[in-house]
Nanobody, 116 residues
Framework: QVKLVESGGGLVQAGGSLRLSCAAS????????VGWDRQGPGGREMVARA??????EYGNSVKGRFTISKDSARNTIDLQMENLRPEDTAVYYC???????????WGQGIQVTVSS
């Protein structure tokens, strides 16, 4: 059974940084597409996606500020967030999609709040 658990969220001032981490179990990250989405007042949007052998994608609003990475040895999916803005306030969800069958899994989400 695949399980994703996010950590690292919290309250930060505008201009600050946070690093979110997602602990994955039950699936091999080397053969999975991984990502982060967020749900804020404006709706849900893709933040970052990384697919083995494919390009890393970022949402327009976070390009140049956020970086997704995965550690297959530790089975974690990280999101480094720099120069945070109040509009980055949202619940952040990590995701994993198995390339073998397309099954997609989501974490339960973690709150990030950026104060102005």
């Amino acid at each position: 059974q695949v399980k994703l658990v996010e950590s690292g969220g919290g309250l930060v001032q505008a201009g600050g940084s946070l690093r979110l981490s997602c602990a994955a179990s039950g699936s091999d990250l080397r053969i999975s597409s991984v990502g982060w989405d967020r749900q804020g007042p404006g709706g849900r949007e893709m933040v970052a996606r990384a697919t083995p052998g494919g390009p890393t994608e970022y949402g327009n609003s976070v390009k140049g500020r956020f970086t997704i990475s995965k550690d297959s040895a530790r089975n974690t999916i990280d999101l480094q967030m720099e120069n945070l803005r109040p509009e980055d306030t949202a619940v952040y969800y990590c995701s994993l999609r198995r390339l073998s069958d397309g099954a997609t899994y989501w974490g339960q989400g973690i709150q990030v709040t950026v104060s102005s």
